[in-house]
């Protein structure tokens, strides 16, 4: 689903704060695949994820989508195949429109948005119907706007309007930093189960090594800007919590 | 009486202003600069067509075309050339100005010779009432145009863009292009303000858009705070509220003249107002 050849993302270039921040990674996700990426902090985990995006692009090297080269491709042009959900909360939504707004929107990613009114009785119910099944009570509050709502909630909602439109790759920035433990187990538990029933290529980033050792069918180590671990699926589930700990100390 | 039906008037003709202060406001969380001079502009081009006996229906589709020139080039400026928003609508409104006197030629055309939609249409004798009936079903037009655009997908998109930038983009909408065509939007409603005050007033100065764009602040300003107290969340009562704000800002100046306040100071009146309007929402959190 997903090829990285050769990429290298320098910042700066040049200037006494080069960074290099991906240096050099091929990477092959297969369709389905979960991929669970942890690392310290500036090892260029975020970059990778960025450049998957779309959001910056790579100094060199080129990436592929579902056999698309999507390498000069801006982010906006990428989302008919990728939805993102973001560490803050606030990024994934627009707080001062309505969650029905939200939701028309997420409806129509992969698609123009033309002059026509898209939401009518037909689409509330269908939004509504989704919203039941986090079961966070919120299906009767979709007038509501976003803002009004808690991080946990939006982080939920995120994830499920990445799914309201046919999507392919799903992108999981540190989905739950920003979260209390109960609202993170909620938003991890939603995302594993959409990428199940959707059947999706995901990608999670991820700092909470419990999270990483949960979910997932194969795991990455990042550190500087290159992969210093892969294991695939059968390796992944040999693994133990404590060998996840090992790594960073 | 009749000193209130002019600032009722007045604040009809500059609703079209609010509400493109208000758009702007959607998608920069700023309020665009551009507006001082397409203003301008929209009155300029309206002297100038009316003095060389243009027709009157092709008038209103040119200044509204100007406006969005303006305000498309302010949005090319901004997200092409990376150059923040506040800074590029200076730009553009300083280099308009000098757009504006090349087209007049002269600081001052009136136009009390000429014909305007005032003295052609005639829906009632007096002429007060006369141009509050058309100003009036131009105001409506516009709310009913904006509000239905604004519950469209395209305009709910634009309102998302100044909300979250990040998020809009990974729903797969170019905000630059949103960006231009808001702007565009935007100015050419300003410029529809500067097209109908020119005819009221009967002349068009250049100088009538110095500080205009705190006009449309104050305006969107007073209907925001109304929305936040209220929790309003209609597209069309925030509309109807923003007009009502450009209405409420004109009867205030106009309160302010009657009591006798020196027409010099109306300028250092408008920006205190404007203050007091904006720092009252911040007092009021404060507090709870």
């Known amino acids: ?249 | 009486m009749d000193f209130y039906l002019t600032a009722l008037l007045q604040g009809l003709c500059f609703s079209a202003l609010a509400l493109g202060i208000f758009i702007s406001m959607k998608i920069f969380n700023i309020p665009d600069i551009t507006t001082d001079g397409s203003y301008t502009l929209g009155a300029v081009v309206t002297a100038v067509m009316i003095t060389h006996h243009q027709p009157t229906y092709i008038i209103l589709p040119v200044v509204i075309v100007a406006g969005g020139l303006a305000g498309a080039l302010t949005g090319i400026i901004h997200t092409k050339l990376k150059i923040n928003a506040l800074l590029a609508g200076i730009l553009v409104m300083t280099a308009l100005y000098s757009v504006n006197l090349t087209l007049m030629g002269t600081s001052n055309l009136p136009l009390n010779n000429f014909p305007t939609i005032f003295n052609l249409l005639n829906i009632s004798a007096d002429p007060n009432h006369n141009t509050f009936w058309i100003v009036s079903i131009f105001v409506i037009i516009i709310t009913i145009l904006i509000g239905y655009l604004l519950k469209t997908d395209f305009g709910i998109a634009m309102r998302a863009t100044g909300n979250s930038e990040s998020m809009i983009r990974s729903l797969g909408v170019n905000t630059d292009r949103m960006k231009i065509t808001g702007l565009a939007l935007a100015n050419a409603l300003t410029a529809v303000s500067g097209y109908l005050i020119s005819q009221n007033q009967g002349f068009t100065d250049i100088s009538m858009g110095i500080g205009i764009v705190i006009v449309g602040l104050g305006s969107v300003i007073i209907a925001e705070t109304l929305i936040n107290w209220f929790r309003i969340t209609s597209v069309w009562l925030s509309l109807i509220l923003v007009l009502a704000g450009a209405v409420i800002f004109q009867l205030v100046l106009a309160i302010t003249l009657e009591i006798g306040v020196d027409a010099n100071l109306l300028k250092l009146v408008t920006a205190g107002f404007v203050l007091v309007i904006v720092s009252l929402p911040r007092l009021n959190f404060k507090s709870r």
């Open chain 1, 1 to 249: 689903m997903i090829q990285i050849t050769n990429v290298h993302k320098i910042f700066n270039s040049g200037k006494p704060n080069q960074v290099n921040a991906v240096n050099g990674i091929n990477l092959k996700i297969k369709t389905e695949e979960f991929l669970v990426i942890v690392g310290a902090n500036g090892s260029g985990k975020t970059t990778l994820l960025d450049l998957v995006a779309g959001s910056i692009s790579p100094t060199s090297g080129n990436i592929i989508v579902d056999d698309k080269d999507v390498t000069k491709l801006p982010d906006y042009k990428r989302s008919k195949w990728i939805a993102r959900v973001f560490q803050n909360p606030m990024s994934g939504t627009a707080s001062d429109l309505s969650i029905l707004d939200n939701f028309r929107l997420a409806t129509i990613r992969t698609r123009p948005k033309g002059l026509s009114i898209g939401i009518n009785e037909t689409f509330k119910n269908q939004v509504k119907e989704k919203i039941s099944t986090l079961g966070l009570g919120l299906e009767n509050k979709i007038e509501q706007q976003m803002g009004t709502l808690s991080g946990g909630q939006r982080q939920a909602l995120t994830l499920l309007m990445s799914v309201m439109d046919n999507c392919k790759v799903l992108l999981l920035d540190e989905p739950t930093a920003a979260l209390d433990p109960r609202s993170a187990e909620v938003v991890m538990r939603t995302a594993e189960e959409l990428i199940r029933d959707y059947r999706l290529t995901a990608i999670l980033i991820t700092h909470n090594l419990k999270d990483a050792y949960t979910y997932g069918n194969r795991i990455i180590l990042m550190g500087e800007g290159q992969i210093q671990k892969d294991l695939d699926a059968g390796e992944k589930g040999a693994l133990k919590q404590n060998d996840l700990f090992d790594w960073f100390s």
